[in-house]
Structures are given as C-alpha cells and as structure tokens.
C-alpha cells in the first residue's frame, strides 16, 4: 500500500525566542548608551580634575583683578613645587584632632629640615570620606600659606604631599607647637600666675627677667609645679631654670608666668597679624584658642585658612546661606561681621580686643553671664562694652576699648597695637625678639629670589562679605537669630556702656 509524504515543515524557534529577542537587543542598546554616557561624563570630569590640577599647579596670575577678594583670587595663586615632600618620608604618630575639614596628625618628617634628620610636625589631611569642597577648602589654605612666607608668630607651612591629588590624597605639612592652645595653658596655670601690677596704683611691682625671659621647655609634673602665685618668687624661679635642659617634646601643663608674659604674648600676637594683614591676609577667627604656644615664650597664630565650616559649634553661631553652613564666632564678631557679614582687617582688631581681654582675665570667656543670642547683639550695638578684666590695668585696658570702636577705620592698625605692647616690654626682651625672628626674615628673603609671592602686594587691603549673617535655630547651642530691630536695654552689672563713657567722643 502506497503512503502518502507530506513536505517538511521548516524548523521554527521556540516561541520564548522570539518573544525574548528584541527584549534583549532593547536592553543591550540600553546598556550600550548608559556606557557610552557614563564614559562621556567620566571624561568630562576627567578634564575638568586635569584643568583643577593645572590651575593647581601654575595658577593665573595673569588675570589678577586688584578690586576681588583674596578669596576670589585663591584660583589664580599657584602652588611652589619646591614645598613637595615624599609621602614615604612621612611617618604619623598620633591624631591630634580633627580641623575644619579633615584631621591633624603629629608625625615625624625625614629631611624636610635642613638642620636635623628628623623633624616632628604636624600634618592635615582629608577624612577619607570627603567632597570636592573639603579638597577644595585645604587646597585654598596651602596656597595661602606657600604665598604667606615665614614669620615667627604664625604656624608656618614646611611642606606638602600632593602627588596624588587628582585622587583625593592632600596632605599639609605644618610646625607642630608641642605645648598646646593659648587659651588651655592660661586656664590650667591660673594658680601659677604671678600679678605683677598694684591695682590701686596700676602700675607695675616689678619686673623678673628670669621669670619671662627664659625659654619654655618642657617638664614633667611635680608637685613644685602647682605652688600658688604668693610663695617664695626664688624658689620658682629656680624650678623654671632647671627644666631649661629637659627634653623639649614633652607637653608643658603647669609652669609659672607673669603680667610681662602676657604683655609679651600680645605683643608677639599684633606682630603676627601685622604680617597677615600686610601679605592681604585676613584671619577671620582670632582667638586665645587659635594662638599656640612654643619654645622661648614664642606664641604662634593658626587657623588663618578661609574655611569657617568649624566643628566646635558651641563658640560659633550658624550662618545658613541657600544649602551651605557657616559657623561664625560670635563672642569675637565686630559689629559689621554681625550686622553687614563684612570681613576685614579692621574685624580682626576687634577679635584682638577680645583676645587681650581672654588673656588678661586667664582664660575667662568673653561676656561672662550674658547669653548669646539677639538681644547680646542688640546690646553690643547700643554701646555694650566688657569691664576691664581682672589682671589689666587702664593703659591696656584703654587698648582694648580702642579695638572695640564702632566705626572699623577708627581702630588701631596692628602695627600700632605692636608697637604699644613693646613698649610696655624691657629692652632685653625686645631685642630677643628680635634676634629669633632673623631667621625667618632671612627666608623670605631667599624666597624671593625663587618664587613670585608679590603678587599679592596689588590686592587692595582684604575684605570680604560673608552671607548676611544670618536667620538660625538652635540658641541653646549658642547659636543665634539676628534681627533687624532690637528694643533698647539695660546694661548689666560689670559692662560699660560705650554711648555713655568717656571713650564716646572717640568711637
């Protein structure tokens, strides 16, 4: 029996495949456009890391514009590559702290100074989760520094990593200052304090200069060390010249010092803002906090960057401007810092008032019983004024009211201020002085000849505006609302009322 063929059918896919292709060719056209995306913005910012590397680098000093801030000219600064310094030569010891935007490291760097193997200094860099800002911030505060120079009384900047920058790696390496803030020495010494003034009279008993001419060294604790102001002067003074050959790292916690020290201090601290402000530096945070301690009774400045994202916020009111943060030191504001959100030299003397007046009083904090918040501000503005503290007399107090004048230009420059306090000082102390600042006269000096810091000479004096200051929460933390209208007040006992004293004529 015949059967009947029937034809072959052809072979069909499943119908998974053809329902599966074009889903999958749909997404690899998608992937292949994400790719080709992400690559185009990964080049895009490629570029943009190599143009910020070359700025970097060379700046642009050619676009100099004299009527902008320092602050707007950070991009045209350069950066000196003499100052590079091996990361491997860089060993960390301990963490000091943490800064405005990163940590502070004590370590030991290998050759980074000519007269010793090793050096112990301090080094700030970036958290290791950190934003552009953060990079951007530190950045502005080492160009600042390679174009400030040397000067005894700041913290001088001595080298930097950078290599890998591109990668989010900065690391700025700066003196280490063994023996701590101004501010912590004064408080945990005030037992050790010698007055050397008659308050009746306000003028000086005496003038010891083994007491304050004398370097500071380090020492450990004894009991010697926490004798009271009123025992026997040679005994101490005898303590103080034993530890004179005593290892210098340790960190001085206890030691006797006197009304000359804190005239010498505030010498040293005008000296050291005379220098920022004539390299077209403003500081913007002057306080006992920010002033450190050294070896031959050298005090030096620091935190002088451009960055006031601060971290120890009860100091500081809060300025919020659009998504950014801005942490302002109240206690230490000149009326235009408050009111206007202006930054100038001129603030900065109004800061150092306020620092005369911390370490005259050893270490108290500034406007004691009031709170900040408006009605403080409301106060300053009507002509508030702290006392004289207590270890002052009427010469430097007078100094501290001229620093407090409400018209800015009315103020004492910092040469001025220099000046008053080193006449108050012996002429022995004066001339060591002089000869430990030789050295960094000589550096800049050699500088000069290899990098092009003066530039900065054609800015006009600084200024800035900061957001206006500003609309906040928060008063418990020391934060504070500023208004435009404030009702008038009373002066609270232990202030002055600058629109009612006999300094009136002169504000």
């Known amino acids: 029996m015949l059967q009947a063929i029937e034809p072959k059918q052809p072979n069909q896919p499943p119908i998974e495949i053809i329902i599966l292709s074009p889903i999958l060719l749909c997404c690899c056209c998608i992937v292949f456009l994400v790719t080709l995306l992400y690559q185009k913005k ?19 000093p050619i676009n100099y514009n004299p009527q902008m801030t320092l602050k707007e000219q950070i991009d045209r600064l350069f950066y000196a590559i003499e100052y590079e310094f091996a990361k491997e030569k860089l060993v960390l010891q301990e963490r000091l702290g943490d800064g405005a935007f990163g940590v502070v490291w004590k370590a030991t760097a ?3 100074s000519a007269n010793e193997a090793e050096t112990t200094v301090a080094v700030k860099m970036l958290r290791k989760k950190h934003n552009k800002d953060a990079i951007r911030s530190l950045i502005a505060e080492l160009k600042i520094m390679v174009h400030l120079g040397q000067h005894l009384n700041v913290v001088n900047l001595l080298g930097a990593v950078t290599k890998n920058i591109v990668d989010g790696e900065l690391m700025v390496i700066v003196e280490y200052c063994p023996y701590g803030n101004l501010l912590n020495f004064l408080r945990k010494n005030r037992t050790n304090f010698e007055d050397q003034l008659n308050h009746q009279s306000f003028s000086d008993i005496c003038y010891d200069s083994t007491l304050t001419n004398s370097p500071i060294v380090g020492s450990s604790i004894s009991n010697d060390a926490t004798k009271k102001a009123g025992e026997d002067k040679s005994n101490r ?3 103080r010249k034993n ?12 030691r006797q010092f006197t009304t000359t020290d804190l005239r010498y201090w505030a010498s040293q601290i005008a000296a050291g803002m005379e220098y920022l402000a004539s390299r077209q530096v403003l500081h913007g945070d002057l306080a006992a906090r920010n002033v450190l301690l050294c070896d031959d009774n050298v005090v030096k400045i620091c935190d002088f960057g451009l960055s006031r994202s601060l971290c120890n916020k009860d100091k500081y009111m809060k300025n919020i401007a659009g998504d950014r943060k801005v942490y302002l030191p109240v206690r230490w504001l000149a009326l235009e810092s408050m009111f206007d959100g202006v930054f100038s030299t001129h603030s900065d003397v109004w800061a150092y008032g306020i620092v005369l007046w911390e370490l005259f009083s050893l270490g108290n904090v500034p406007y004691p019983g009031i709170d900040i918040g408006p009605e403080f501000c409301k106060m300053l503005r009507e002509g508030l004024r702290m006392e004289c503290p207590p270890f002052s007399n009427q010469e430097i107090y007078d100094i501290m009211l001229s620093c407090w004048k409400v018209r800015p230009d009315s103020r004492p420059s910092f040469r001025e201020l ?7 000082l012996p002429q022995e ?7 430990l600042n ?23 004096p600084p200024e800035e505006v900061a957001p206006l200051v500003p609309c906040v929460e928060k008063a418990s933390l020391g934060y504070i609302e500023m208004k435009s209208h404030f009702e008038s007040f009373t002066t609270p006992a232990g202030y002055v009322d600058m629109t009612k004293s006999r300094h009136v004529q002169k504000i």
């Not at 530890?243 to 206890?254: A, D, G, P, S």
């Not at 102390?429 to 000869?435: I, R």
């Open 42 to 60: 990964r080049k895009n910012v490629r570029d943009l890391e190599a143009k910020e590397w070359e700025l970097f680098l060379q700046g642009d």
């Open 110 to 112: 290998v050759g980074i």
């Open 237 to 239: 003074s005898n303590q």
């Open 243 to 254: 530890r004179l050959n005593e290892n210098i790292y340790y960190k001085v916690l206890e």
């Open 418 to 424: 220099r000046k008053q306090f080193n006449g108050m």
């Open 429 to 435: 102390m004066q001339d060591h002085y002089l000869e």
């Open 438 to 460: 030789e050295p960094y006269l000589a550096m800049n000096a050699a500088r000069t000849n290899a990098i092009n810091t003066e530039s900065l000479s054609n800015l006009d």
